[in-house]
C-alpha cells in the first residue's frame, strides 16, 4: 500500500507541476509575449468549479477504500471467499463499457446530473460491500463501482471544462491533484480505523457518506443547466 500511496503522490505532483507549466509568464523566458486581441484565451475559474473539485476528490476518498481492500474483505469472510477468483474479472466487465454510458447519460440528461446519479450509485456500491455482506450484495457492489469509478473522472473533466475559460490544462491539473490526494488518503484512513475496530465497516460507510457528500455537491450544478 505505500508503493500504490507513493504512486500516486508521484501523479499528483505531477499534475501540480503541469498547473504550474502553464503559468503566462515564465522567468526562464523574459521575451514579453505578442499582445492578442481582447484577451479572449485569459484563463479564468468559475467559483462553482471548486465545488466540483471538492466533489472530486470525496469521490477519489470514497470509492478507492473499496476498491484497495475488496479482496481483503472478499477473504476474510468464509461465505464469501468463494468470490475471491472472481471479483476482479466483475468488476472490470462492469468497467468497460461505463465511459460510454454514463457520456450517452450525459449527452440527454446534462452531465452534471449524469456526474450526481453516478456519484449515488457509486455510494450505493460502497456502502452494500458491508451493509449486505454475502455473495449477491457484494457482487451488486463490486458491479456498482466498477460501473462509475472511471467514468466519473471523465465526467468530472468534461463539467470541469465547462466551468473554466482558457487553457484547459489547469482545470484537469487541478482535478487530477484531488483525485490523487483522495486516493492517497482513503486507504491511510481505513487502514488506521481498521487497525483500531478490527472491521471495514466504519471505514466503508464514511467513504459512502463522503461520496453522498460529493453527489450532493455536484447536484448543486444541476441548477446552472451544466
Request: aromatic share 8%; glycine share 8%.
Amino acid at each position: 500500500m505505500v508503493r500504490v500511496a507513493n504512486v500516486l503522490l508521484i501523479c499528483s505532483l505531477a499534475a501540480l507541476s503541469a498547473w504550474g507549466q502553464t503559468s503566462p509568464a515564465r522567468a526562464r523566458n523574459p521575451t514579453p509575449p505578442p499582445e492578442r486581441p481582447a484577451a479572449s484565451h485569459e484563463f479564468r475559474i468559475q467559483p462553482r468549479f471548486w465545488t466540483l473539485l471538492v466533489a472530486n476528490g470525496l469521490a477519489s476518498f470514497g470509492y478507492v477504500i473499496t476498491a484497495t481492500f475488496l479482496v481483503a474483505m472478499v477473504r476474510r469472510s468464509p461465505e464469501l471467499r468463494p468470490l475471491e477468483p472472481w471479483v476482479w474479472i466483475v468488476f472490470g466487465l462492469a468497467t468497460a463499457p461505463s465511459v460510454a454510458a454514463w457520456t450517452w447519460i450525459a449527452s440527454r440528461n446534462g452531465v452534471s446530473h449524469a456526474l450526481s446519479v453516478a456519484y449515488l450509485v457509486e455510494a450505493a456500491g460502497v456502502a452494500l460491500s458491508v451493509l449486505w455482506p454475502c455473495q449477491l450484495g457484494m457482487l451488486i457492489a463490486t458491479v456498482a463501482i466498477g460501473a462509475t469509478f472511471i467514468a466519473n473522472t471523465a465526467l468530472g473533466m468534461m463539467l470541469a471544462r465547462t466551468l473554466c475559460s482558457g487553457d484547459s490544462r489547469r482545470p484537469v491539473a487541478l482535478m487530477t491533484a484531488a483525485f490523487g490526494l483522495g486516493q492517497i488518503a482513503g486507504p491511510v484512513f481505513a487502514g488506521a480505523l481498521h487497525d483500531a475496530f478490527g472491521s471495514f465497516l466504519l471505514p466503508s460507510l464514511i467513504a459512502a457518506a463522503g461520496i453522498l457528500l460529493g453527489a450532493m455537491l455536484v447536484a448543486r450544478l444541476k441548477a446552472s443547466q451544466l
